[in-house]
């Protein structure tokens, strides 16, 4: 018999592709723009002019056999230190292009991590709400996920949940900030906190606490919002980066993991994440991508377009009846629905031509989220959908 649980794996579908998968069928149905369609995180701004032009030299003047040759299997060197000066100007994380490893973005980023540090048995906690594939890649890895409970509607880190939560058994602490999908940055304040909690209690237990930070939406932040680097807080810290979302490359697959070179132990920590790569069949990322990115440090794509959507759906939503916490970064709302059940809000929602995704998969229950990385005009033209849902429920 093959192996049952990855049949499971791929025959459920996520609820966030289900309602994408539904969308597509609806549209085919009734037309593209009589859907309203903020299921999937796929940004809407196209990437910076500086990518198609720097994949136009990369493929006119480089030689061909050495830009679509193996690179190493941790990443070109030039690329891996193009990013280690960048986070040093930009951090002083003090990192060397021994500390990085190239990957097919965050999500092969996060796997190759677990399964670099976890053992049978350990467990992981991360902070709810969060990313549903967390569950998998650790589970994966032959850890627990443990989501921790954050404040109440502001979904800020709840530091007596945490202090319950860890265990012996606490091998990692996952943080996603800016979240999806709640939209929060934690503080320096928060982040500072968070970082000697877990220093004490490896401490007093005698454990190795590593702290990753899941950072696909780092420059995907509004207004003075500053985005604490953990590597400057804590020592056993690992950074899981992607290009997708800053770029808007999410189908190039490129991101890298950056290990912190303050932890005693970095030189093994890495070489797991190398082998971690070796045994998961990720290694040598794609190397036009990596050749790309590493004349792109420090460019983004046309992030005000997010901050604009953010600002006419928060405004318009709350003047509906909508309970709406702004969000700080990333690109998603996670608004509370207006009933108990997030699914039979979403199932409502649908009959208005709302695709809204019930947030019980992101581990917290009676929100929905809603991703608006979308056309400033397809949000225009939702709105009045948006106010007759509200009304329904008057
Ligand atoms: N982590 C979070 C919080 C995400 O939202 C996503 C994608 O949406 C990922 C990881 C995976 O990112 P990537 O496309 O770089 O694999």
Partial sequence: MINQKNVGLGEVRSVIRELFEYGKMRKAQIGEENVYDFSLGNPSVPPPEEVTSGLKKLLTECDPVELHGYTSAQGDYVTRKAIADYINSQFGAGISPNELYMTCGAAASLTITLNAICNSGDEVLTFAPFFPEYSVFADHAGAKLIPVATTKDEFRIDFSNLERALSPATKA?????????????????????????????????????????????????????????????????????????????????????????AMEEHLKVYSAICGAGRALGYVCAPSLLQKLVATLQGVTSNISVYKANRDMLCSALESYGYSVVKPEGAFYLFVKAMEGDASAFSERAKGYELLLVPGDSFGVKGYVRISYCVSPDMIKRSLPAFKALAESYK
Avoid: F, Q
């Fill in 173 to 261: 602490v996952i943080i996603n900030s800016p979240n999806n999908p709640s939209g929060v940055v934690y503080t320096e304040d928060e982040i500072k906190k968070l970082c000697s909690v877990l220093d004490n209690y490896g401490k007093a237990h005698g454990t190795e606490i590593y702290l990753i930070s899941d950072e696909p939406y780092r420059e995907l932040v509004y207004g003075n919002v500053k985005v604490p680097y953990v590597m400057n807080y804590y020592a056993r810290s690992i950074v899981c980066y992607s290009y997708s979302k800053s770029l808007s490359l999410p189908g190039d697959r490129i991101g890298y993991i950056a290990v912190n070179p």
